[in-house]
């Protein structure tokens, strides 16, 4: 399944994200002569987990398996969080670990350029993979498992280098082939389905923006799309949508059909919304208010009419885990801080 989606946009312009929050929750307001709607029940955050120290966060990976398990990597080590219980490991890499994606019965695990695949019964190896060679080591990657197929991206960028673009590989898991996709996709904002991996990319040339949809079958269908001409935007597939937050101008939630990749609807947000994920709960967006994003929610987001409600407050909030569950990741500092976790229900 997927990977974090976060409070700031990693090295681009944060880590998987941007920033800004959300106001009210929960009400409904009724239109002139009608009936006013039942408020929209709350959200309620679970117990914290506490999943050890960071000494950054955006180095650590998350992923969320197809029962709710998060699957999450403190630098070489694997664990495994599943419902409310404590973290367990799970097992050591080869080395730091960049990337991790499960399935009902895989683990996939990426350190530099190697994807190795482990039984989940008893993290027995079953196969690898090697990435397409890169001009400077590896410090970003990503990946996705559904069915009978990976997806994965990797980056170089750095602190230093500025934007760099991903190269998005395909990988069969019953055979040894990585079919390279595309060396120009934006990095992080990406998520797949039993349909493929959706992505943000342009041309070599950098005049032309596009949102993509990359299938099992290695076929690839680019629209073009100019939101993305700014740069890589929080992106979100669920119900047959691509929900995208779009912070230039007025900020506003845009949905993609997800067979056409075309524009269906454009409602304006809070400018304080941070990020989105698909979960079980539906469409959700972390937020944050004050001076210094001091307060963070997470609320359900409705794309027909750009609004949230059910909010709960997620102290330190820092990313979404897309999946089954509905899980925010809290940090106490982004560099050499701790972390901990907090399953969101209604």
Same mark, same amino acid.
């Given at each position: 399944m997927s990977a974090l989606t976060t409070l700031r946009r990693g090295r681009l312009a944060g880590a998987v994200i941007p920033a800004v929050t959300l106001g009210i929750a929960g009400i409904v307001v009724a239109q002139s002569g009608a009936q006013a709607a039942p408020r929209t029940p709350a959200l309620h955050a679970g117990p914290k987990i506490a999943l050890g120290t960071t000494k950054n966060i955006a180095q650590n990976a998350f992923a969320e398996a197809p029962d709710g398990a998060v699957f999450y990597s403190r630098g070489a080590v694997v664990y495994v969080v599943g419902g409310n219980s404590a973290p367990r490991t799970v097992l050591h890499a080869g080395g730091t670990v960049l990337a991790i994606a499960a399935t009902a019965s895989d683990l996939f695990v990426q350190h530099g350029r190697t994807v190795t695949e482990y039984r989940?019964?008893?993290?027995? @190896?079953?196969?690898?993979? =090697?990435?397409?060679? @890169?001009?400077?080591?590896? =410090?970003?990657?990503?990946l996705f498992a559904e069915g009978g197929t990976l997806w994965s991206w990797i980056d170089t960028q750095t602190d230093s280098s500025g934007l760099e673009f991903a190269t998005v590989s395909m990988i069969a898991t019953?055979?040894?082939?990585v079919h390279v996709i595309t060396k120009f996709a934006f990095a992080e904002d990406m998520q797949a389905n039993s349909s493929g991996l959706y992505f943000e990319s342009t041309n070599s040339g950098q005049t032309r923006y596009f949102l993509a949809h990359a299938a099992p079958s290695g076929a690839v269908r680019y629209r073009a799309q100019s939101a993305f001409r700014y740069g890589p935007l929080p992106l979100a597939v669920i119900g047959g949508r691509i929900d995208v937050l779009t912070f230039v101008g007025h900020p506003s939630v845009k949905s993609y059909s997800s067979t056409t990749l075309a524009l269906v609807s454009s409602k304006r947000v809070s400018g304080q919304d941070i990020t989105i994920a698909a979960t079980g709960l539906g469409l959700v967006v972390l937020a944050c208010r004050g001076s210094s994003c001091s307060t963070r929610t997470v609320s359900r987001l409705n794309v027909a009419t750009g609004r949230s409600s059910g909010a709960v407050s997620v102290v330190g909030g820092f990313g979404l885990v897309a999946g089954p569950s509905a899980a925010v990741i809290e940090v106490s500092h982004e560099t050499r801080g701790t972390m901990t976790m907090q399953r969101i229900s209604s």
């Open positions: 989940k019964s008893n993290v027995s @190896q079953v196969r690898h993979w =090697t990435l397409p060679r @890169q001009p400077a080591p590896v =410090t970003m990657a990503g019953s055979g040894p082939a």
